[in-house]
């Protein structure tokens, strides 16, 4: 047989079209000429040249999620926290200041309380369901504002318009990180936001297979500095955990609807069960921002259900044994039903005096509702009452 070269590849003609995107995970594309390679460079033409600079998969998945939060131009990263970190430290330097919610995701949290600071920039934690306490912390030197819609686990809701005005009127970055909410619940661009932020890993792919982010901006040239820092520090995310997501988001709209619809009948029924000393879901009456939540999250209260067991933890393990047909995992947004336990897992650095000022004692569970029959996950959580209750 005659040798033949390996480049460049030949794809059989087809006048046929896949009907889903191809998987292309190819790092390098090869040009023809250095002219044509000129022209990527400079904008002229649209081509690939290297998958860490960025490739087809990933681009068909940010186009999804641009349409999903409204915006142009945004970009897949390799996890949640590449999105955070592309924001905080790709448009920040030493000398600046930035303002965070007090009850962030533990990552995000962990940034700007040690890695920001180590690198000269100043960082401010406040709270969020308070415009004013934002307002308090603000200095001249203050570059952005980072906050989540709904906290973990406390589903307590941020004063997002608010906070929108002042950080318009002071002339400072507004940057949400809209995981736990997601754009069908609330779209953060709508409420003035300049930068919105995704664990894409959680309800966006939400089959637990893939670890991705998602930045988007209103302001082009703010994109293309997060874009650049991106790039050269390799948050580059893989074409098949970008294909996978495209996948998972085909449904998402689908899951929303089921994992909430199922979330709300639970937190009712919790609400109603001896050994529940408190149920926390956004749209109950009581919940302390259930107001907010009718304007702010149009009355939709997510998959996410908060409540805490009579006892400690004696009573918590008995219950999570037992309610063993649930996950018991510190993850989010699954089609599967997770169980996790802040005062052993996300929360288990702090105090036990700074847990108790949160709330979150050895009885508080935090639920992510999937897509399982309401009957039968209903049925699971009874099983580990009832063997809490006798513990
Ligand atoms: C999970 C999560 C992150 C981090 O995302 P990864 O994909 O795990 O890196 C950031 N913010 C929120 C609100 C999250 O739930």
């Given at each position: 047989m005659k040798p033949t070269l390996q480049r460049p590849v030949t794809v059989p003609p087809s006048l046929s079209t896949p009907v889903i995107t191809p998987l292309m995970p190819s790092v390098v594309y090869a040009s023809t000429t250095p002219d044509e390679l000129d022209s990527q460079y400079e904008g002229r033409a649209q081509g690939y040249t290297y998958a860490r600079e960025g490739h087809p998969n990933a681009d068909v998945l940010a186009r999804r999620i641009d349409a999903l939060e409204g915006c142009e131009g945004g970009m897949v990263l390799g996890s949640g926290m590449a999105a955070v970190a592309a924001v905080l430290l790709g448009l920040t330097k030493a000398g600046d200041h930035v303002v965070g919610g007090d009850q962030l995701y533990g990552r995000s949290l962990r940034m700007l309380t040690e890695d920001l600071p180590r690198l000269g920039i100043a960082t401010t934690m406040a709270q969020?369901?308070?415009?004013a306490s934002v307002a308090a912390a603000l200095r001249p030197e203050t570059k952005m504002v980072l906050i989540e819609v709904?906290?973990?686990?406390?589903?307590r809701l941020a004063d997002l318009d608010g906070i929108a005005a002042l950080c318009r009127e002071k002339g400072v970055l507004l940057v949400v990180d809209n995981t736990f909410t997601t754009p069908a619940t609330v779209k953060p661009f709508e409420h003035g936001a300049d930068i919105v932020l995704h664990s894409v890993t959680k309800l966006l792919a939400g089959h637990s297979d893939v670890t991705l982010g998602w930045i988007g901006a209103t302001d082009p040239d703010l994109m293309a500095r997060m874009r650049i820092f991106a790039v050269t520090t390799g948050m580059t995310p893989s074409p098949f955990d970008c294909w996978l997501a495209e996948r998972g988001l085909h449904t998402f709209a689908l899951r929303q609807t089921r994992a909430q619809d199922t979330a709300r009948r639970l937190a009712d029924h919790l609400a109603g069960q001896?050994?529940?000393a408190k149920v926390l879901y956004p749209t109950r009456p009581d919940h302390p921002d259930m107001a907010r939540a009718q304007g702010l999250l149009q009355g939709q209260g997510g998959n996410m259900v908060s409540f805490v067991l009579d006892g400690g933890r004696a009573e918590a393990n008995a219950f999570a044994e037992a309610a063993n047909g649930v996950a018991f995992a510190p993850t989010l947004g699954d089609v599967g039903t997770t169980l996790s336990h802040p005062a052993s897992s996300?929360?288990?650095?702090?105090t036990p005096e700074g847990r108790a000022a949160l709330g979150i004692t050895e009885g508080f569970f935090r639920v992510s509702v999937g897509l399982e029959d309401p009957d039968a996950l209903i049925a699971c959580f009874d099983a580990g009452f009832a063997a809490a209750g006798s513990a």
């Open positions: 969020v369901t308070d415009a709904v906290s973990n686990p406390t589903l001896a050994g529940i996300s929360h288990r650095a702090l």
